[in-house]
């Protein structure tokens, strides 16, 4: 099952994750809101659509946009909806 880690805590781990570019987008009910700290950027992707970003905050320590997903995203993209992906030193595996 694919889990998703930062800073010694699991963030999100489920075996209903979607691969889009080399990426797990998890869904949004497996992911640990406790972690989570909404962002104000935001990216475009040319297919994808436009993702927003939150931060992680575990044990005190921040991981800034350390997390996207796309609320809304273009229709090639629909099956990624309010899914979680991760970088910036989360480990997923």
């Not at 781990?13 to 406790?34: C, I, L, M, Q, W």
């Amino acid at each position: 099952m694919p889990k998703a880690t930062w800073n010694g805590q699991t963030i999100a781990d489920s075996d209903d994750t979607v691969v889009v570019e080399g990426n797990h987008y998890f869904p949004r009910d497996s992911v640990k809101a406790d972690y989570l700290r909404e962002s104000s950027t935001t990216s475009m992707c040319p297919w994808k659509g436009t993702a927003s970003y939150v931060s992680l905050v575990v044990d005190g320590e921040e991981n800034t946009d350390a997390a996207w997903y796309y609320p809304e995203p273009k229709p090639a993209a629909a099956e990624i909806t309010d899914r979680f992906a991760f970088w910036k030193g989360v480990q997923v595996a």
